[in-house]
């Protein structure tokens, strides 16, 4: 008699945690977080890899729904698909060990500390200051988490009153929690958390530090961050993280 169970119907874990069980792939993945679109040849040589063997794991990619595809002229981009699926790989990245070897340079230790400090995860700022802002908003009961996260009544009046907008009429939630992982504590991704990013680009509140994911807190955003989040100054530099 044979005791093999015959697989159950339903949703193939299996084939996504596939696509992500490779090390280029998932670095690709980890890569594409900053929110924008890259070249093939753009993330072989951020991982190190041949431009063969980069195109054969984005077309995987492409086909597992994690990625999507752009073409402008003869030109080839590819971006996360969706904010779903970039929330899903820094959670995953919040929970997979830490094999980082120590920076060998102080530049490299500068870089990483920036990053850790304040970043964008995808389309929602991530970090020491996205759970920063995470944190107020729910000492300040914007955020209740009770019985799920969600914006109360306060939190949807007080965006309103700073000129924060929130596109209405998506399927994507309101709010989310996206556990980040440098602080290993859930930052606000969601509808709320991509529009709040999107306000602190657009005021100067904060600036990219080069092409990468870290981004830096302005005069502007000390002043902003203070007043509307009751943020204290050691918050906004990296060096006081390290």
């Not at 090390?23 to 993945?29: G, M």
């Not at 086909?63 to 970039?86: F, I, P, S, T, W």
């Amino acid at each position: 008699m044979s005791t093999r169970r015959t697989p159950a119907t339903g949703p193939d874990l299996a084939a996504v945690a596939k696509l992500l069980a490779d090390r280029t792939r998932s670095a690709f993945c980890l890569a594409l977080l900053d929110g924008r679109a890259w070249t093939a040849s753009e993330l072989a040589r951020h991982v190190g890899v041949a431009a063969s063997t980069a195109t054969e794991h984005l077309h995987a990619l492409v086909r597992g729904n994690l990625l999507a595809e752009e073409r402008q002229g003869r030109h080839r981009y590819v971006r996360l698909a969706d904010a779903h699926v970039a929330e899903l790989v820094e959670n995953l990245a919040a929970l997979a060990p830490d094999h980082r070897t120590p920076p060998r340079s102080l530049s490299a230790a500068g870089r990483k500390a920036a990053l850790a400090h304040a970043r964008t995860c995808y389309d929602h700022l991530a970090g020491t200051l996205g759970v920063a802002i995470t944190d107020a908003l729910t000492e300040r009961s914007l955020l209740d988490w009770d019985n799920g996260l969600r914006l109360t009544a306060e939190g949807d009046a007080w965006l309103g009153e700073l000129g924060v907008s929130v596109p209405a009429g998506t399927r994507r939630p309101s709010v989310r929690s996206c556990l980040d992982w440098t602080e290993r504590r859930p930052h606000l991704a969601g509808a709320v958390g991509a529009a709040l990013c999107r306000h602190a680009f657009t005021a100067g509140w904060v600036a990219r530090i080069g092409t990468t994911r870290a981004v830096a807190v302005t005069s502007e955003g000390r002043r902003a961050l203070r007043d509307h989040f009751g943020l204290p100054d050691e918050l906004f530099s990296p060096a006081a993280q390290r």
